[in-house]
């Protein structure tokens, strides 16, 4: 009969008998329920656990692999006293012809879902697989038992664990998909009665090797079986949990005394980490049969410690002071899946009258302690649970603090040094965040109050000077004198001069002597700031009508553009106007009598800038009455 695939699908080595009562972990046979055949897969159900055993009044024996019977579901009820009843079978439409074990319940443990032999045959390997079924309790019988909708004829699927909320369901298979066709972990919901496809657990769980026996404790933390690498040998207990986007990553390998060179499955954990059981294969003065069921009781080894915060140079007591412990690792591997649990998880204190508290630590566990008080420096420390008990108390000194100075800023000139009164003033501390805004007074000082011990950005600024920031840091030895001094030095802005340029009577040439040589002084000006652009605004002298000043102020602001783009200049960045005769700079209008020099003075294209992105630089034009010019003209 080998072609019946048992329920355990991977039987163990027998191997010599591991040390029980490491880490604070009490590993105990429940011998009133073993029998000399398998017995595994517990689940808690009612007020005791429904486990897999082998029968032995079956005439039809598993393969010889095996070494037992084929496997029937009983239950085994709990004494008060913590032993066991006498087992006894379920009964309805379970513990059939072949092999029917490994079980969930939902949370009202009315409804099973079980696994047993595939009845309807064998798969294309001439080998009856693994199904999964359900069933309900009716009147204390296992009744309307109904195949799951994602079983197969060729392949197995087996070993069903429920999340406490009975809509997660997780098992394992050999179906399509599964890692080197090895037995993966899958999940599927439970949507309005119906399950969903199953997904892989993925490769933060599964591997080449066989993932079987899965188990969901009230946390849904996820406890299975592997024969992967880095194990004791054979099939090992793991542990996995969801990450914030619902993957599934490997939380690690559950050690000693739990796993050993043979095999160990079943893992279950109840109440919060602190109880559970398990089964294994080993060899001990108390094994029963092939495969045991153990109870397991987690009592760790706790430390009561006193912790003491003293000032660091008087050594007195410090009242009120913030003790913060939190574990950051952990000695054993259920420590670290129940890192939340009252001695592990994070404690938040307040140190009493004689500057202690009282704290309870775990053996094995290292902590962060992070001690605080106002006007203190915060402590920090990672200290493992056997140093915080072995001195009684445990000692935390802090520092003062807080040493505080008078800050005045000056805002000078630069490069005279003469101060800048009523400059704006900005205080940035670098280490808070916070920011203080001042105004300079009259002689160019703006006062506050610094911390010795942090970092600060001091900004001034005033029109139409630059604005600077400096950096104040690592002045605490100026701070005992109680004041300290800083110069934010401003340097004044970058004025450039746009020249006009002249013309003779009655022309819009551009002359040698002088046109030439301010036009060109523009082209330099305009590429050393590319992002500044010009207006040229034609004007003329008040003789001639105004139409025709007009046109002749538009052919000096056009000749100009020309000579500019001929040197290179983007005729983009030139705008042209023309004023004719309209913006004189003195008197001499239309029949006013005025010196040549005076009318030459009105015979110019002015140069203004339009618009530039030039920080720090300001650009002005040159006024006209500043300017000497002699015109060609000789006869008036």
């Not at 098992?171 to 998909?177: A, K, V």
């Not at 202690?356 to 203190?376: L, N």
């Not at 840091?473 to 004041?483: A, I, P, S």
């Not at 002298?541 to 000579?563: E, P, V």
Request: hydrophobic share 35%.
């Amino acid at each position: 009969m080998k072609n019946i695939k048992p329920l355990f699908l991977l039987f163990a080595l027998f191997v010599s008998f591991q040390l029980i009562g490491q880490q604070g972990i009490v590993l105990k046979n429940i011998k009133e329920v073993n029998v000399k055949e398998l017995d595994f897969s517990p689940v808690p159900f009612g007020n005791g656990f429904v486990y897999t055993s082998s029968k032995s009044n079956r005439f039809l024996q598993c393969p010889s692999e095996n070494g037992g019977a084929y496997t029937d579901l009983k239950y085994a009820e709990k004494n008060a006293d913590g032993t066991f009843k006498k087992p006894v079978s379920l009964t309805g439409d379970v513990n059939g012809k072949y092999n029917d074990g490994s079980a969930a319940f939902n949370p009202a443990a009315n409804k099973m879902i079980f696994t047993r032999n595939n009845l309807n045959g064998k798969n294309a390997q001439d080998i009856i697989d693994l199904k999964l079924y359900s069933a309900d309790l009716e009147a204390g019988k296992w009744i309307n038992v109904t195949e799951l909708p994602f079983n197969s004829d060729d392949w197995s699927t087996c070993h069903p664990t429920l999340s406490k909320d009975g809509t997660l369901l997780i098992f394992s298979s050999n179906r399509p998909g599964s890692t080197d066709n090895s037995m993966d972990l899958y999940w599927a919901k439970l949507e309005n009665g119906v399950w969903g496809i199953p997904t892989s657990l993925g490769a933060g769980v599964n591997t080449g090797g066989n993932e079987i026996f899965p188990y969901l404790d009230e946390n849904n933390n996820l406890f299975f079986s592997s024969n992967r690498p880095g194990g004791s040998g054979g099939l090992d207990i793991w542990a996995a949990a969801q990450n914030a986007s619902g993957q599934w990553d490997l939380v690690g390998n559950l050690g000693a005394p739990f796993n050993q060179a043979g095999d160990d499955v079943n893992f279950v954990s109840m109440n919060g980490g602190t109880e559970g059981y398990f089964a294994s294969d080993r060899k001990n003065d108390d094994a029963q049969g092939l495969d045991d069921i153990y109870h397991w009781k987690y009592e760790p080894e706790v430390i009561d410690a006193i912790i003491a915060v003293v000032d660091k140079e008087t050594n007195e007591r410090l009242t009120g002071a913030a003790v913060e412990l939190t574990p950051t690792s952990f000695g054993n591997m259920l420590d670290k899946i129940y890192g939340g649990s009252v001695v592990a998880s994070k404690s938040s204190l307040t140190t009493d009258k004689n500057g202690e508290v009282m704290v309870q630590v775990r053996k094995g566990t290292k902590y962060s302690i992070v001690t605080s008080k106002a006007d203190y420096k915060m402590d920090k420390r990672e200290v493992a649970a056997e140093e915080i008990g072995a001195k009684k108390p445990y000692i935390i000194p802090l520092e003062k603090d807080k040493y505080f100075s008078k800050l005045i800023v000056e805002v000078v000139e630069d490069p005279s040094g003469v101060r800048i009164p009523l400059a704006a003033i900005t205080i940035l501390n670098k280490t808070t965040g916070k920011v203080v805004t001042l105004t300079g007074d009259g002689n160019g000082e703006g006062i506050t109050q610094v911390d010795c011990d942090h970092e600060y950005e001091i900004t001034a600024s005033k029109d139409p000077f630059y604005t600077n920031t400096v950096k104040l840091k690592d002045f605490k030895l100026d701070c005992k004198d109680g004041e300290v001094r800083i110069k934010v030095p401003l340097r004044s802005p970058l004025v450039v001069l746009l020249e006009p340029i002249f013309f003779d009577f009655d022309q819009y040439y551009i002359r040698k002597r002088d046109a030439e040589p301010t036009l060109d002084n523009l082209v330099t000006i305009m590429n050393r700031y590319p992002s500044l652009q010009v207006r040229l605004g034609g004007n003329t002298d008040a003789r001639g009508t105004n139409k025709y000043n007009d046109r002749l102020s538009t052919n000096r602001a056009n000749s100009a553009k020309n000579y500019l783009v001929k040197k290179g200049i983007a005729k983009e960045r030139i705008f042209t106007d023309q004023y004719g005769e309209l913006k004189p700079i003195n008197n001499c209008t239309d029949d006013v009598v005025c010196p040549e020099t005076d009318h030459q003075l009105n015979r110019r294209v002015d140069v203004m800038a339009e618009r530039h992105q030039e920080p720090g630089t300001t650009f002005k034009t040159r006024p006209v009455s500043e300017m000497k010019v002699v015109s060609d003209r000789k006869d008036k």
